[in-house]
Nanobody, 121 residues
Framework: QVQLVESGGGLVQAGGSLRLSCAAS????????MGWYRQAPGNERELVAT???????NYADSVKGRFTISRDNAKNTVYLQMNSLKPEDTAVYYC???????????????WGQGTQVTVSS
């Protein structure tokens, strides 16, 4: 079974920084795309950033220039460096990954449990 575990969330003042981590474990042959999504109360879950196994990145317009996604393939871990945080960034952040569990060319999507990020004014 594959598990994604997020860490690094917390309470931070506006303008501050946080670094989120998400480690994948279990039956893993390879990981393709990894990413971060977030969901605020009353809102739908939205994409924050994604990164492919080759390092290509994609960001939501609202976080461009402030957030940086990266990954360590050897550790099956994806990171999200969040700088210049705003109250609007307050949400539960979820890790996402497309994981191949065997030599079969099939990927399955997994989600972490989420980590709370709260940005105060």
């Amino acid at each position: 079974q594959v598990q994604l575990v997020e860490s690094g969330g917390g309470l931070v003042q506006a303008g501050g920084s946080l670094r989120l981590s998400c480690a994948a474990s279990g039956r893993i042959f390879s990981i393709n795309r990894m990413g971060w999504y977030r969901q605020a109360p009353g809102n739908e879950r939205e994409l924050v950033a994604t990164i492919t196994s080759g390092g290509d990145t994609n960001y939501a317009d609202s976080v461009k220039g402030r957030f940086t996604i990266s990954r360590d393939n050897a550790k099956n871990t994806v990171y999200l460096q969040m700088n210049s945080l705003k109250p609007e960034d307050t949400a539960v952040y979820y890790c996402n990954a497309d994981i191949r569990g065997s030599r079969e060319y099939v990927y399955y999507q997994y989600w972490g449990q989420g980590t709370q990020v709260t940005v105060s004014s």
